[in-house]
Nanobody
């Protein structure tokens, strides 16, 4: 079992920055992947970014955040981070951390574990 707890959300003006954290407890298997998804009101949950926990730490980004967001991990702390810069109003959403055994997937249904989410609101 893996438990995920997100933190770091909040209200920020357009152009600002936020850093999200996802603390994982339980066992992170050698071939696990962790990802960030987000869901805006009235929209489907979408993949934002992710990282293969042990497999060289390969990172992935959606086109909408590439160049603005940076995902990283601290293996010793079992924590994943999402540094979000140049935030836009369209980044407003609840951000979720998710984990699965296996490599990164862009499909939310393939993730077994989810956090409770953290709200990010970007004002114009």
């Amino acid at each position: 079992q893996v438990q995920l707890v997100e933190s770091g959300g909040g209200l920020v003006q357009a152009g600002g920055s936020l850093r999200l954290s996802c603390a994982a407890s339980g066992r992170i298997f050698w071939n696990s992947a962790l990802a960030w998804f987000r869901q805006a009101p009235g929209k489907e949950r979408e993949f934002v970014s992710g990282i293969n926990w042990w497999l060289g730490g390969t990172v992935y980004y959606s086109d909408s955040v590439k160049g603005r967001f940076t995902v990283s991990r601290d293996n010793a702390k079992n924590t994943m981070y999402l540094e979000m810069n140049s935030l836009k109003p369209e980044d407003t959403a609840v951000y979720y951390c998710a984990a699965r055994v296996g490599g990164i997937s862009y499909t939310q249904a393939e993730y077994n574990y989810w956090g409770q989410g953290t709200q990010v609101t970007v004002s114009s």
